[in-house]
């Protein structure tokens, strides 16, 4: 009897806390399953609940204990499994959460929760079954009257079957084929086939391609050594009069078309290729393109097996600094090339030229022992770089002495010039001893302002009010819970927001503390919610697709807890907007209108972090709290509309569901459309806001 009342209370308690979402009265209903499971120690659905109380009110290590003693009594409790992989998942132990949502899909694939959280956590190849290929949920969406809530779910599903997990490639790439539009005029290529270093099998495989193209009106030159002509593979020349090589003895003609397509030996172009360019020629005012493409292995009995897909992003110079991710096909206009093209060269002198980007597989590079690999970009010496310009370092704060502390002292330690720093420290309403003894200590520093900030929390106008304070070129906003780990930290900066290619923003690479990846980016578009961070939760040295996640590289936007820009820039877009982002999206839309200015935004990972935010972010939001995320959410979506769902750096091909780039998906040939007309403006990067 005694159990049963207690279960009563327990019950209430938390469908209190279900109520109000407050850690505080979770705390309250573990107090009360904790005394169920006390005088009910042989239930496993008691020691779940307790569980799952215990995890809500922060608690995350105690409840995975008593999700393992509920597993213990019934290791059928799908209940357990599941709560168990989100209190890992709160601790940042992501190969325990992924076990245990695996197990729980394992003893009912309907598991939805389960599935979704490892689907978020980039564990779409660890569901113990296929989640792609589905056409009986594709009749029953057409054939079933469902009610609206049915709908919804059948269709999240049917979204999910939609994806491929990237060790499927293959499979993805034999059903991936969108044909090429009709072009609204007629156009004449001319193919320049690099075969300087190619073997007859890689210039024959290139050849052939062309002769089974939809689009007819082309003509190749064939750039080769005298060896190469005399093989049997010369005979090509002789079956199609279209193929012929140069004669580097004589002078050529002029080629008569406007459009030259430069290839490599060894480049297989998919049939409609020829069709896409001749399409993105016509229908957009550039004056390059290029496509995306893979690798593959010819198996004369088997067939072609892809391999290692390059998805590219929208035109981005500092990405194409890297010959690892070179285009296997660049149209270009014929005036654009003088001599022999390198393509590499070719698109860094074209950052200010509109350059249109397919994403189509429109081609293919014969894979030989192994295929070319992307690289990180190199750490550079940054020394000088920038000249001298003064940084000023906002850091708001409030009590948190400790971890800024060490945020200080890192940032000064790390830093080449640190007599170039000025530091402000926007105390609001510190109240502590610890706190107002430590910024004491930090004031005797001649470089280091501390400003008391007496007013309701409002971090962007803490951070518009310091910047009157000095009168530094460069800002950097930053988190007061970071700690600095790159050497010339101050350098890069420098070098990046003064150098020859200057930014309008740039970010770093931050760490969890306990090890993984914070923060590599934002990514929008993504789950139909929020803009998310790339590569959370991932080892500290993954790379990522292509390298991303250790390159300098172009982005949509990137956290505040980082955040440096010039001065000019800064006072030119109004400084942060004090009004309708007083918590969360600030640096966000800081970002977008650094975009819309038509400036970019960069992600520099040789600057590293550690930040001390929590793992479990968000987890025990109270209502009132998610209320005001909302609405702050709902002010950048009314400002900034589809910008929020388009992102210039992250691939159609990959998943808009789940975890980013954790799956491949087929776009429509509309949307394929729409991305190369967006591609080809003169500010591919840029966003226009819809107030």
């Known amino acids: 009897m005694?159990?049963?009342?207690?279960?009563?209370r327990a019950r209430r308690a938390s469908r209190r806390a279900k109520r109000t979402l407050s850690p505080t009265d979770w705390q309250i209903a573990a107090d009360a399953?904790?005394?169920?499971?006390?005088?009910?120690?042989?239930?496993a659905r008691v020691w779940v609940q307790y569980g799952h109380a215990l995890r809500r009110a922060n608690r995350s290590a105690e409840a995975c204990g008593a999700y393992h003693k509920a597993i213990a009594l019934d290791r059928d409790l799908v209940g357990a499994w599941v709560g168990l992989g989100i209190a890992w998942k709160a601790q940042?132990?992501?190969?325990?959460?992924?076990?245990?949502?695996?197990?729980?899909?394992?003893?009912?694939?309907?598991?939805l929760t389960a599935r979704n959280e490892l689907l978020l956590y980039g564990g779409r190849s660890e569901q113990p079954e296929p989640t792609h290929g589905r056409l009986a949920m594709a009749d029953a969406l057409a054939g079933l009257a469902v009610s609206l809530r049915e709908t919804r779910d059948w269709q999240r599903d049917f979204n999910q079957a939609s994806l491929f997990p990237l060790q499927d490639y293959a499979h993805f790439r034999r059903l991936n084929w969108v044909p090429a539009p009709e072009a609204a005029a007629s156009i004449d290529f001319t193919v320049l086939i690099d075969a300087d270093a190619a073997t007859p099998v890689q210039l024959r495989a290139t050849i052939q391609s062309l002769l089974r193209q939809t689009h007819g009106e082309w003509r190749a030159r064939i750039e080769a050594p005298q060896a190469l002509r005399e093989h049997p593979v010369g005979s090509l020349c002789h079956v199609d009069p279209r193929v012929r090589f140069t004669d580097a003895d004589r002078e050529e003609p002029e080629e008569p078309t406007d459009w030259l397509l430069l290839v490599e030996a060894g480049t297989i172009l998919a049939p409609d290729a020829l069709g896409w360019f001749a399409w993105t020629a016509n229908e957009t005012a550039c004056v390059a393109a290029y496509c995306d493409h893979d690798h593959v292995t010819l198996d004369w009995k088997y067939g072609p097996i892809?391999?290692?897909?390059?998805?590219?992003?929208?035109?981005?110079?500092?990405?194409?600094?890297?010959?690892?991710v070179r285009p296997a096909a660049l149209l270009v206009r014929r005036s654009d090339v003088d001599g022999k093209a390198d393509l590499v060269q070719m698109l860094a002198r074209m950052s200010s030229c509109p350059v249109a980007h397919i994403p189509q597989i429109l081609a293919s590079r014969?894979?030989?022992a192994s295929p070319p690999r992307p690289t990180a970009t190199p750490v550079k010496d940054a020394g000088g770089t920038g000249g001298e310009a003064r940084i000023a370092v906002i850091i708001p704060t409030r009590d948190n002495a400790p971890l800024l502390s060490v945020c200080v002292r890192s940032l000064i330690d790390k830093a080449a010039r640190p007599d170039l720093l000025d530091i402000i420290i926007v105390s609001n309403r510190s109240a502590k001893a610890e706190t107002h003894a430590l910024l004491a200590e930090l004031k005797r520093d001649a470089s280091t302002t501390v400003l008391d900030f007496d007013e309701p929390f409002n971090w962007s106008r803490a951070?518009?009010?310091?910047?009157?304070?000095?009168?530094?070129?460069l800002l950097l906003f930053l988190n007061d819970d970071t700690e600095m780990l790159s050497d010339q930290w101050d350098a890069l900066v420098r070098s990046d927001l003064v150098g020859p290619h200057p930014a309008g923003m740039v970010g770093a690479l931050l760490f969890y503390p306990h090890g993984g990846i914070q923060h590599a980016g934002v990514v929008m578009g993504v789950n139909e919610g929020g803009p998310e961070h790339e590569a959370r939760w991932q080892s500290n040295d993954e790379c990522g697709p292509l390298a991303r996640w250790k390159r300098v590289r172009a982005c949509s936007a990137v956290t505040g807890a980082f955040m440096a820009m010039p001065r000019t820039l800064f006072d030119r877009l109004g400084g942060f907007d004090e009004a309708n982002f007083i918590i969360a999206y600030n640096d966000i839309d800081m970002c977008l209108r650094v975009r819309e200015s038509g400036e970019i935004v960069l992600y520099d990972p040789r600057i590293t972090l550690i930040h001390h935010e929590s793992i479990s972010r968000g987890a025990n939001l109270t209502r009132d709290m998610v209320a005001w995320d909302c609405g702050e959410l709902e002010a950048l979506h009314r400002r900034w509309g589809q910008a929020l769902f388009q992102d210039p750096g992250y691939n159609l091909h990959y998943t808009r569901q789940g975890y980013p780039f954790?799956?491949?998906r087929h776009p429509a040939a509309a949307e394929v459309e729409a991305h190369i007309r967006r591609s080809a403006s003169d500010h591919p990067w840029a966003v226009s806001r819809v107030e």
């Open 366 to 368: 014969l894979a030989d």
């Open 463 to 473: 951070n518009n009010v310091a910047v009157q304070e000095s009168r530094a070129e």
């Open 33 to 43: 399953w904790h005394r169920v499971a006390d005088s009910l120690p042989r239930s």
């Open 92 to 111: 940042g132990a992501r190969s325990s959460a992924m076990d245990a949502f695996t197990q729980a899909l394992r003893l009912d694939p309907n598991a």
């Open 306 to 324: 892809h391999h290692d897909p390059v998805l590219q992003p929208v035109y981005d110079r500092h990405w194409f600094a890297d010959a690892g």
């Open 2 to 8: 005694i159990g049963i009342f207690s279960i009563g």
């Open 662 to 664: 954790d799956g491949y």
